[in-house]
């Protein structure tokens, strides 16, 4: 069985940041794709960034610039680096990874709150 947990987030000033962190646990035999996604509400979950395994990354135009996705391999873990936070970045954010246990499968966490004021 394989869990993804994540923390860092919070309450914070716009202009502030913020470090989300995705930890990976379980059967871990290898970690493809990591992503980060967000859900305001009333809205769908978006997609804001995604690292691969090589790690390429891509970003959503609305973070592009201010947001950073990394990993650490040899901790089972992504990061989600969020500067210069709006208003609109308000969400809960989930972390999802493609992990090989003994096959690959997607799992989800369950989410963290990030909350900016204005």
């Known amino acids: 069985q394989v869990q993804l947990v994540e923390s860092g987030g919070g309450l914070v000033q716009a202009g502030g940041s913020l470090r989300l962190s995705c930890a990976a646990s379980g059967s871990i035999a290898g970690i493809g794709t990591m992503s980060w996604y967000r859900q305001a509400p009333g809205k769908q979950r978006e997609l804001v960034a995604i690292?691969?395994?090589?790690?390429?990354?891509n970003y959503a135009d609305s973070v592009k610039g201010r947001f950073t996705i990394s990993r650490d391999n040899t901790k089972n873990t992504g990061y989600l680096q969020m500067n210069s936070l709006k208003p609109e970045d308000t969400a809960v954010y989930f972390c999802?990874?493609?992990?090989?246990?003994?096959?690959?499968?997607?799992?989800w966490g369950q989410g963290t709150q990030v909350t900016v004021s204005a």
């Open positions: 690292i691969t395994s090589g790690d390429s990354t």
């Open positions: 999802n990874a493609v992990v090989r246990s003994r096959v690959w499968n997607t799992y």
